[in-house]
């Protein structure tokens, strides 16, 4: 079992940015990748950033400029997800994810979930 614990979410202005981070219980050995979604008010569920146990990101999100950049600290337990330029339409709450069955945009894949940190962004 793994618990997840989101924090950094507030409310900016728009162009600021946040830094999410996600600390995990423990870290399996075995492969394990962990995930960003975000949920807007009356919107599905959508991917953001995966990043392997080895530290390799991947977004499903497509920006022109970086606008996500997803990272995690020496010791693997916590993993990070920076968003910068942030904009009304980025006003979601924000969850972490984490299992061991690969690299997917889907939330299904996903075993474990953290409560989510609520970011709102006012122009």
């Known amino acids: 079992q793994v618990q997840l614990v989101e924090s950094g979410g507030g409310s900016v202005q728009a162009g600021g940015s946040l830094r999410l981070s996600c600390e995990a219980s423990?870290?399996?050995?075995?492969?394990?990748?962990r995930a960003w979604f975000r949920q807007a008010p009356g919107k599905e569920r959508e991917a953001v950033a995966i990043?392997?146990?080895?530290?390799?990101?991947?977004y499903c999100i497509d920006s022109v400029s970086p606008k996500f950049t997803i990272s995690q600290d020496n010791a693997k337990s916590t993993t990070y997800l920076r968003i910068n330029n942030l904009k009304p339409d980025d006003t979601a709450m924000y969850y972490c994810?984490?299992?061991?069955?690969?690299?997917?945009?889907?939330?299904?894949?996903?075993?474990?979930w953290g409560q989510g940190t609520q970011v709102t962004v006012s122009s």
């Open positions: 423990r870290v399996p050995d075995t492969d394990y990748y």
């Open positions: 990043i392997s146990i080895g530290g390799s990101p991947s």
């Open positions: 994810a984490a299992g061991g069955s690969g690299r997917y945009c889907d939330g299904s894949k996903y075993e474990y």
